[in-house]
């Protein structure tokens, strides 16, 4: 069952309190990866890091449980599940976070929301992949409160909290908020891919590229007049 808790509380401690701390042998068969509804940490599958990992995996097996919901949908561990699978594996050590299926909005957030930061906290990702999973996440946060939903959300110091994982200042942080709650999807998707800097869409996004814009092209024709 969760703590006893009180609106102050930050909801990513909260969730992680509920996990079951028993650590169980499940069939690796009898998991699956969480199918996320708003955003999800990349992965590393494709990159140089991930043969070393199931090579580690390989020689030492799973020593940190994966954090499963109570049907076998892995939320925290998909990358040992599959090097575990990648090296045959037949069983995988799991702790059960007890979560009433099917989720609610505000669980599945809650889920997605503390994914990212942890991943945030724990992995080396580039600027704009760490743009890109905030962006997503104020998004979702913006669409749920519009539809009603009631989210649970931390707001003691966390623009802060949040520059210090995106490694950015506070004023920088609250580019990509704005960006990511009221910019357009192609703005968004831009930002995201990394093909437009926070700076400029952040000028785009109020007005002041297009003044910018305009006040040089007054200056060039100052100067050719």
């Known amino acids: 069952a969760r703590v006893p808790h009180t609106p102050a509380d930050d909801p990513l ?3 992680a309190s509920a996990i079951d701390p028993a650590i169980e042998e499940w069939p690796v068969e009898r998991l699956s990866h969480y199918q996320a509804r708003w955003v999800w940490p990349p992965t590393f599958k494709n990159g140089p890091e991930w043969q070393p990992f199931v090579e580690d995996i390989r020689a030492t097996g799973i020593r940190e449980p994966l954090i499963v919901l109570p049907d076998g949908q892995v939320v925290d561990g998909g990358h040992r599940l599959d ?3 990648d090296i045959a594996l037949e069983t995988a050590p799991v702790r059960v976070l007890p979560l009433k299926l ?9 889920l997605e ?24 996440i104020e998004h979702a946060i913006a669409e749920l409160q519009k539809s009603g939903v009631t989210l649970p959300m931390y707001r003691r110091g966390r623009i802060m909290k949040l520059a210090e994982r995106l490694g950015m200042s506070a004023a920088h942080t609250k580019q990509v908020l704005a960006i990511a709650h009221r910019g357009s999807q192609e703005l968004r998707n831009r930002v995201k891919a990394g093909t437009l800097g926070v700076d400029t869409a952040y000028r785009i996004l109020t007005g002041s590229a297009v003044d910018l814009h305009a006040q040089r092209a007054r200056q060039r024709m100052r100067r050719h007049a």
Not at 102 to 110: K, M, V
Not at 117 to 136: F, K, P, S, V
């Open 102 to 110: 099917p989720l609610s909005d505000s669980d599945r957030f809650a």
């Open 13 to 15: 401690t909260l969730l």
């Open 83 to 85: 090097a575990g699978r």
């Open 113 to 136: 929301n503390w994914a990212v930061m942890d991943t945030l906290a724990r992995r080396q990702l580039n600027r704009h992949e760490t743009c890109g999973l905030i962006i997503d």
